[in-house]
């Protein structure tokens, strides 16, 4: 079969550019631990407010030494505020939102989930750096979306 020159050059690219955009994927899986959402669990919006986790959302150390941090994400804040957690130990998020879609990231990290009302946003990450962080909005809510912004801290460990 005889395939034209021009049209090999543009069969390789095309196959090249497939061989780099699914690299990329694996790569960022693999490095920056970049995952699809995979955690599903819901929640009704309605009545957060006498749930017995996101009625008072907080963060909790258990006694095994991990961290649970329970948040609310809400037209324009974030609950509680500033967040507290210790550095160099696992920290899992778990983030609802009482009413729109909310974006939750934390600057500078790989902390970013999209937060649906109605459902439990979770993911386990690790800071290692102490110091204060910025918990940004990042998906579009309403007309003061660019002022939700809250503060994650992170503590030194002292044990
Ligand atoms: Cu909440 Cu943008």
Known sequence: M??????????WAAIGLL????????????NDAVHPPSHIE?????TLASNPEFGNPAVAEHPDGSVVVSVVSQLYSFIPDPIVVPANRPVTFRITSAD????FEVVGTNANATVIPGYVSQFTLTFKKPGEYIVGCNEYCGVQHHNMVGKLIVRKESR
């Open 19 to 30: 061989v780099i955009f699914l690299g990329t994927i694996v790569l960022t899986a693999a």
């Open 100 to 103: 729109v879609m909310h974006g």
């Open 2 to 11: 005889n395939v034209e020159f021009y049209e090999r050059i543009w069969m």
């Open 42 to 46: 819901t929640v009704d919006p309605e």
